[in-house]
Nanobody, 115 residues
Framework: QVQLVESGGGLVQPGGSLRLSCAAS????????MGWYRQAPGKQRELVAV???????HYVDSVKGRFTISRDNAKNTVYLQMNTLKPEDTAVYYC?????????WGQGTQVTVSS
C-alpha cells in the first residue's frame, strides 16, 4: 500500500506560481512512477507530468516550459512547480503513484487561477 497526501494548492492570479507537494508513505520500494494529474470541471482527468523510476520525465504539451516535476527521495515527496499559471490550469490536481502495476491516488488539491 502507498498513501499519498497532496498540499500546496490555492488561489493565484494569472502569471503567478504555485508549488504542489505530494508526500508518500507506506511501501515505497518498487514504485515505478509518480506523477500529477488534473481534472477540471466537466472534463476528464488528464496527465500533467510524470517521473519514471529512472528519472525521466514527461509533460503534457500545454504545460511544457511552465511546470517542473521533481522528487526528493529522502523525504519521499514529489513536487510540481507551476509557473506562469493560466486560467485554464484551474483544476483539482491529484498525485499518482504506480507500484507493481497498482495505481494509488491522493485526495486532490484545488488550484484556481483567477484575477
Amino acid at each position: 500500500q502507498v498513501q499519498l497526501v497532496e498540499s500546496g494548492g490555492g488561489l493565484v492570479q494569472p502569471g503567478g506560481s504555485l508549488r504542489l507537494s505530494c508526500a508518500a508513505s507506506g511501501s515505497m520500494f518498487s514504485i515505478d512512477r509518480m506523477g500529477w494529474y488534473r481534472q477540471a470541471p466537466g472534463k476528464q482527468r488528464e496527465l500533467v507530468a510524470v517521473m519514471i523510476s529512472g528519472g525521466s520525465t514527461h509533460y503534457v504539451d500545454s504545460v511544457k516550459g511552465r511546470f517542473t516535476i521533481s522528487r526528493d527521495n529522502a523525504k519521499n515527496t514529489v513536487y510540481l512547480q507551476m509557473n506562469t499559471l493560466k486560467p485554464e490550469d484551474t483544476a483539482v490536481y491529484y498525485c499518482n503513484a504506480v507500484r507493481l502495476g497498482v495505481e494509488y491516488w491522493g485526495q486532490g488539491t484545488q488550484v484556481t487561477v483567477s484575477s
